[in-house]
């Protein structure tokens, strides 16, 4: 019989719909509940791409003995952190500072007043590494509870006090300058992995928006350095294991420093802020690579997320079923899980080759072929023998059409395995980020079936995600919006992605409703000291109201907001704008120096304040082969930030072609920085040096 679960619009939660655990979702009913039966509630938070939640779930909540003593002794309540991230990061918050350390699927007791006592994360059915068993656990805290009960409340009040004192203490705000942006540069360096790309050790991220910091500091300083941590890391992760060398797109992240394996999920928002990270790195340096590569994970996107109503789902699984015959006995490893008998879900086995499996696809020579092209060897680089394809440094085959074909064929095969699964769920945030990506790749690479693609989502967020006073729905599946409300960062990437598209389409409306969000912004989140709030000022009050400016996998609310404040300010001239965002740029100076990996978009929103950003107008008839010249020439800006806003002569449409002329009747583009302009131009070639940084070349 189903759980209350079953009601959910949340990929996630339905999967816990048929466990015989009670689960209760997250509302004031679930607390109600504990308080009227005098139980703690147990708050299990996952997502549906994460594999060992998965593990877990099959371990512990489908097990009906574990099931009947935590239905007995508990209030559980299940969330999906991707619509819930306000509930996810205060507890998160709780769980890291009284454990140093946390992830999902995260495992915390509270009372009924919500407040936790008691943290941990994954724990297995049977006792294992120094870890209890969940049924211990359980019956440790259900003990506590029962017999030391005045000790509990103590622990939780305490706790909840601590958290409620706890500032933002990430230094006395700073506005970032050059020093700062310099400073910033050489402790990346010093991060630096130089052998192997990227920042830091194992388990390693991709650090796309320490990345985007890179390439626009090296615009406004020529920084070699910069370049070279930028385009060297990009490399190194586009030819490893992390990349999808078939179908492109990237995984989550690589379990070791040298992008071997990853774990396999694939993230909508690591490939949007990855995609336009690869077409930026093309636009500074020209790289075929990166703009094969940009261009692949673009039609990923839109392959394998896009939605039937045009939006874009939230993942795909790390996890597919192996078939019957090719099902192997599991060898757990560090990263994931091992693969199991009789064709069970496993981590990575839709992307993972054997020799013997490129033979049967390939035959012997084109398999000798590929094994040398995509690193696959008899001893495997995954598991039992299976290795994850890669793309070796020198491994530029002279055949390239015989490399295609190999892809083609392996592709092809590769589709008749069983699929990961995909959380169909629309995020808006992450919506936001494909939009600003898909739209300035389509233009940058003459596709506009991908600005198309990047319409089409924007027109989902207005349609569904918006109501009637503007504000936002943090998600939605199958085109109905869910019950949960925007949060920060959810304002600030669709503001983000309809400023990119607005730059890209000329349509002026989608600055119109970039600034409508732009004012819940100012209106809901903003504290009296011009810091931000990662929920709205009427959202629910949990017991703390979360407040973050780090980076994680995504840019933090605060700083995406700033970025997309600052891009605002530009295109219409707001003081009130413009002063928001260098507000909240504060904390970017305080973290630059000790921590620039979390605050990567910070950082490259500071540089483009530092650079203005350039606002650049042009004017002319659209379908006048000139404009398009010069309307190209202004969106392969280097500049950092720059904004650009095409029109007609005596268009409406954005407030900088005010009072722009045509410049003796031919299309001009106007470039103005700190309230200075220059002379309107009418050559592309002229426009591109003057809004390249230090750059001075057109890309064709």
């Given at each position: 019989m189903a759980n209350r679960l079953s009601r959910s619009t949340s990929p996630y939660?339905?999967?816990?719909?048929?466990?015989?655990?009670?689960?209760?979702?997250?509302?004031?009913?679930?607390?109600?509940?504990?308080?009227?039966?005098?139980?703690?509630?147990?708050?299990?938070?996952?997502?549906?791409?994460?594999?060992?939640?998965?593990?877990?779930?099959?371990?512990?909540?489908?097990?009906?003995?574990?099931?009947?003593?935590?239905?007995?002794?508990?209030?559980?309540?299940?969330?999906?952190?991707?619509?819930?991230?306000?509930?996810?990061?205060?507890?998160?918050?709780?769980?890291?500072?009284?454990?140093?350390?946390?992830?999902?699927?995260?495992?915390?007791?509270l009372t009924p007043d919500a407040e936790p006592f008691y943290f941990g994360t994954y724990f297995p059915p049977e006792p294992r590494h120094g870890m209890p068993s969940f049924r211990q656990v359980l019956d440790g805290v259900s003990a506590a509870?029962?017999?030391?009960?005045?000790?509990?409340?103590?622990?939780?009040?305490?706790?909840?006090?601590?958290?409620?004192?706890?500032?933002?203490?990430y230094g006395a705000s700073v506005t970032p300058g050059a020093k700062e942006l310099d400073a910033?540069?050489?402790?990346?360096?010093?991060?630096?992995?130089?052998?192997?790309?990227?920042?830091?050790?194992?388990?390693?991220?991709?650090?796309?928006?320490?990345?985007?910091?890179l390439l626009r500091h090296h615009a406004r300083t020529g920084s070699e350095d910069a370049l070279r941590m930028a385009a060297d890391s990009c490399e190194a992760m586009a030819r490893g294991g992390i990349y999808d060398q078939l179908g492109g797109g990237f995984a989550r992240y690589a379990v070791d420093r040298t992008w071997t394996v990853p774990h396999f999920e694939k993230m909508l928002y690591d490939n949007a802020l990855l995609c336009r990270v690869y077409a930026h790195l093309w636009r500074s340096t020209g790289s075929e690579f990166a703009r094969r590569v940009a261009l692949?994970?673009?039609?990923?996107?839109?392959?394998?997320?896009?939605?039937?109503?045009?939006?874009?789902?939230?993942?795909?699984?790390?996890?597919s079923d192996r078939k019957e015959e090719g099902a192997r006995e599991a060898h757990p490893q560090k990263g994931g899980g091992g693969r199991r008998e009789g064709g069970s879900h496993a981590e990575g086995a839709f992307?993972?080759?054997?020799?013997?499996?490129?033979?049967?696809?390939?035959?012997?020579?084109?398999?000798?072929?590929?094994?040398?092209?995509?690193?696959?060897?008899?001893?495997?680089?995954?598991?039992?023998?299976?290795?994850?394809l890669q793309l070796a440094a020198d491994a530029a085959p002279a055949d390239a059409d015989r490399a295609a074909s190999v892809r083609e064929r392996l592709l092809a095969a590769r589709e008749e395995r069983p699929r990961p699964g995909r959380d169909d769920k629309v995020v808006a945030a992450w919506n936001g980020l494909a939009i600003a990506a898909l739209a300035e790749t389509g233009a940058y690479f003459d596709r506009p079936d991908l600005v198309r693609a990047a319409l089409d989502a924007a027109d989902v967020l207005v349609r569904v995600h918006m109501d009637q006073a503007g504000r936002l729905a943090r998600t939605s599946r199958d085109g109905v919006a869910g019950a949960n409300s925007g949060v920060l960062e959810d304002y600030a990437d669709v503001a983000e992605g309809f400023l990119a598209l607005a730059g890209v389409t000329g349509e002026g409306v989608w600055l119109d409703f970039a600034g409508l969000f732009l004012d819940s912004v100012l209106h809901h989140f903003v504290a009296a000291d011009g810091t931000l709030y990662d929920t709205a000022d009427d959202a629910e009050e949990l017991i703390r109201r979360p407040q973050d400016p780090t980076d994680n996998a995504t840019p933090s609310g605060w700083t995406a907001a700033a970025g997309a404040l600052l891009s605002y300010a530009a295109h219409t001239g707001?003081?009130?704008?413009?002063?928001?965002?260098?507000?909240?740029?504060?904390?970017?100076?305080?973290?630059?120096?000790?921590?620039?990996?979390?605050?990567?978009?910070?950082?490259?929103?500071?540089?483009?304040?530092?650079?203005?950003?350039?606002?650049?107008?042009?004017?002319?008839?659209?379908?006048?082969?000139?404009?398009?010249?010069?309307?190209?020439?202004?969106?392969?800006a280097t500049a950092p930030g720059a904004v650009v806003a095409p029109g007609a002569p005596g268009s409406d449409e954005f407030p900088l072609l005010h009072e722009r002329p045509l410049v003796r009747d031919r299309p001009a583009a106007y470039v103005c920085r700190h309230f200075v302009c220059d002379a309107p131009t009418t050559d592309p070639a002229a426009l591109a040096r003057s809004v390249q940084g230090v750059q001075a070349s057109l890309r064709e």
């Open positions: 939660l339905l999967q816990h719909a048929d466990n015989p655990v009670d689960w209760w979702p997250w509302g004031a009913e679930a607390f109600a509940e504990a308080r009227e039966r005098g139980v703690p509630v147990l708050l299990s938070v996952g997502y549906s791409s994460c594999h060992w939640c998965h593990v877990m779930a099959h371990e512990s909540f489908e097990d009906e003995g574990v099931a009947a003593h935590l239905n007995e002794r508990f209030v559980p309540v299940k969330v999906d952190r991707e619509e819930r991230p306000d509930v996810d990061a205060v507890y998160m918050e709780a769980v890291q500072a009284a454990t140093g350390q946390g992830g999902w699927p995260m495992t915390v007791f509870w029962r017999d030391r009960r005045d000790e509990v409340d103590e622990v939780a009040a305490r706790i909840v006090k601590d958290l409620g004192e706890r500032q933002s203490a910033a540069v050489l402790a990346l360096a010093r991060e630096y992995d130089a052998d192997h790309g990227g920042f830091g050790g194992a388990p390693k991220f991709p650090a796309s928006m320490a990345v985007e910091f692949e994970t673009a039609d990923f996107m839109v392959r394998e997320l896009r939605t039937s109503e045009g939006g874009f789902a939230s993942a795909l699984d790390a996890d992307y993972a080759w054997t020799p013997e499996e490129l033979r049967d696809v390939l035959g012997e020579q084109d398999a000798a072929f590929a094994a040398a092209l995509f690193g696959v060897t008899r001893e495997g680089t995954f598991e039992e023998g299976a290795s994850v707001s003081s009130a704008h413009r002063e928001a965002a260098e507000r909240a740029l504060g904390v970017v100076g305080a973290l630059a120096p000790r921590a620039p990996r979390f605050i990567g978009w910070g950082l490259a929103v500071a540089e483009a304040a530092l650079d203005g950003p350039r606002e650049i107008a042009v004017v002319g008839a659209p379908d006048d082969p000139a404009t398009a010249a010069l309307h190209r020439a202004a969106l392969l």
